[in-house]
């Protein structure tokens, strides 16, 4: 806020009143943003191998190579307007899938699912983005061999 003021006062002396009243407005148009910004969180975060009447099923940190689907199913609480969060797959550190999924309410549960090839064995984990590409949460699972 002390930012937005010393713009607004260092231009109160450049222009005329309606000049003034315009940069005011905008300046506090971006402070009102500021102030209604997002507070995601994160509530709920579980890999299973299936959703079912929207919840997980099958909760799980590991998963046979033969799985085929793994599902990643999050709660997300905080929205105060329809956004978007993205689940981001990483299998040993490359980026696999990139999921935008849309977040529509306060109390939101979403899931994104991936196929997974019996030679994809090892390491994976889903980073949950907000709309601005900050990492809310972070999470890991195995895949391990028949």
Not at 73 to 94: L, N, P, R, S
Request: hydrophobic share 40%.
């Amino acid at each position: 806020m002390s930012k937005i003021l010393y713009i607004y006062k260092s231009n109160l002396k450049k222009g005329s009143v309606m000049k003034q009243i315009i940069i005011f407005s905008m300046l506090f148009a971006l402070w009102a943003s500021i102030g209604q910004a997002q507070n995601l969180r994160v509530t709920q975060f579980q890999f299973a191998t299936s959703v079912e009447k929207r919840a997980p099923v099958n909760v799980d940190t590991a998963f046979s190579a033969n799985v085929d689907n793994v599902f990643c199913f999050t709660q997300i609480e905080g929205a105060k307007d329809t956004t978007e969060i993205a689940h981001v797959w990483y299998y040993k550190d490359e980026e696999k899938a990139r999921i935008n999924l849309e977040v529509k309410s306060n109390d939101w549960r979403t899931w994104s699912s991936k196929s997974i090839l019996g030679s994809w064995t090892g390491p994976w984990r889903v980073m949950i983005e907000d709309s601005n590409g900050n990492v809310l949460k972070t999470k890991s699972f195995t895949i391990y061999k028949n």
